[in-house]
C-alpha cells in the first residue's frame, strides 16, 4: 500500500509531502511515547490543513479562471455570429438596391423608347 508520503503532494513542485515516519519501535508503554506520537499526529494535522487551504485556493482560481474562459468563448461566439449577421443583412440591402437599379434602367429605356415612337408618330 505505500506510506502516506506517496499520496500527498504539496501543490507546488509536484513533489511528494515526507512526512515524517512513526518511531521505529515505539510502544504506548509510556506518557512520554504517547505524547510524541500525538506531536506526530498534531504535526501532520496541520501540515494536511496547510495543503487543504493551499488546495482550496487553486480551486478557487481554477474556478475563477474556467468562468472567465467560458464567457469569454460566449463573447467570442456572439460576436463571430453578429459580424456574420451583418454582412449577410449588409448583401442582402446590397442585392436589392442593384435589382432596384436594374428595374429602374429598364423601365427608364423602355420609356425612352417609347417616347422616341411617339414623336416619330408626330412625323409620319
Known amino acids: 500500500m505505500g506510506d502516506i508520503s506517496s499520496w500527498i503532494n504539496d501543490g507546488e513542485t509536484n513533489q511528494a509531502v515526507l512526512l515524517p515516519p512513526p518511531s ?3 510502544s504506548w508503554n509510556s506518557p512520554s511515547n504517547i505524547q510524541s506520537s500525538l506531536d506526530e499526529l498534531q504535526a501532520a494535522k496541520e501540515r494536511l490543513r496547510t495543503l ?3 488546495l482550496s485556493t487553486n480551486l478557487s ?19 463571430a455570429s453578429n459580424l456574420t449577421n451583418a454582412d449577410l443583412n449588409e448583401e442582402g440591402a446590397n ?7 436594374q428595374s429602374l434602367g429598364m423601365t427608364s429605356l423602355t420609356m425612352a423608347s417609347q417616347a422616341a415612337q411617339s414623336v416619330l408618330r408626330l412625323f409620319s
Open 52 to 54: 487543504q487551504s493551499k
Open 95 to 101: 442585392a436589392l438596391m442593384l435589382q432596384t437599379q
Open 24 to 26: 521505529a519501535g515505539s
Open 61 to 79: 482560481i481554477i474556478t475563477t479562471r474556467s468562468s472567465f474562459t467560458d464567457s469569454m468563448v460566449n463573447v467570442l461566439e456572439t460576436g
